[in-house]
């Protein structure tokens, strides 16, 4: 009932979303200007820049952070200056924070332009039905954020794969600081690696573990949003490595570069 209830909800914001579009000529194009309906985003301009490539997934990409690579090197620059990445097996960042992408992000937390979790949600299982893993394990918002915005990206995003992909959500990250990723500088954010996340008390564990008979998975994907630094997937992949996670995959809508 709850998953009916969740996905009539969305449904009906974005058939309202069509409505206003269609009675007032359509909407414009973050890209190209054209017109567009559902998504702030018109069809040829979804499939041109953010739609992933039919190749290995990781092909040409750091081997470290998994930004796309500019060189023949096979590290990037930031990773050979300074390594961030340790104990994240692989990541897959798939699109660059900028231009319009810049845009999407802020129409989508911001605006909350809800259609878009659609739009990112159908990307994602695009891109996760290539990796070996059904299981996910979302970056938890601050301490607030659910009280000050009333809704969680991320969180929605997982349900969307959860209640239209059949993927296993598992919710055993909790975050212990309040202070916003994006007020910190690089160096703020590396000094947060290993103190902003936590695994819940094993209480909370306990039940969020019954779907999976009482244990953790062997291998998960951590999702995230936007990755700037990696110290955010890094800081939740020491704490998922200490409980006895031995495989995890990071995966972000964007990377900035």
Not at 45 to 70: A, M
Not at 74 to 100: A, N, S
Not at 153 to 179: A, H, V
Request: aromatic share 10%; hydrophobic share 40%.
């Amino acid at each position: 009932m709850k998953k009916l209830w969740y996905l009539f909800k969305l449904g009906i914001k974005a058939l309202l979303r069509v409505w206003f579009a269609v009675i007032s000529g359509g909407e414009e194009c973050v890209v190209c200007g054209g017109k567009s309906f559902l998504y702030p985003l018109c069809r040829s301009c979804r499939k041109n820049y953010l739609s992933v490539k039919d190749r290995d997934l990781f092909e040409g990409r750091c081997h470290i952070c998994g930004k796309e690579l500019l060189s023949t090197k096979e590290t990037c620059f930031d990773c050979r200056q300074k390594t961030v990445v340790g104990h994240v097996d692989k990541m897959l960042p798939l699109f660059p924070y900028r231009i319009w992408n810049k845009q999407l992000m802020f129409m989508w937390k911001s605006q909350e332009i809800r259609s878009l979790s659609l739009f990112f949600a159908k990307i994602l299982n695009g891109v996760l039905q290539k990796l070996d893993c059904r299981v996910i394990i979302p970056v938890p918002p601050r301490k607030g954020k659910l009280e000050q915005k009333g809704w969680d990206q991320i969180d929605e995003l997982c349900n969307l794969l959860e209640y239209i992909y059949g993927y296993k959500i598992l919710r055993i990250l909790e975050r212990s600081t309040t202070m916003q990723q994006k007020k910190l500088g690089r160096e703020g954010r590396l000094k947060q690696i290993g103190k902003a996340y936590n695994v819940v008390p094993p209480s909370r564990l306990k039940k969020a573990l019954k779907p999976f008979h009482g244990s953790l998975p062997k291998s998960v994907i951590l999702l995230d949003d936007v990755c700037t630094t990696g110290s955010t997937l890094e800081s939740c992949s020491i704490v998922l490595k200490e409980a006895g996670i031995e495989k995890i995959t990071g995966v972000t809508l964007f990377t900035v570069d």
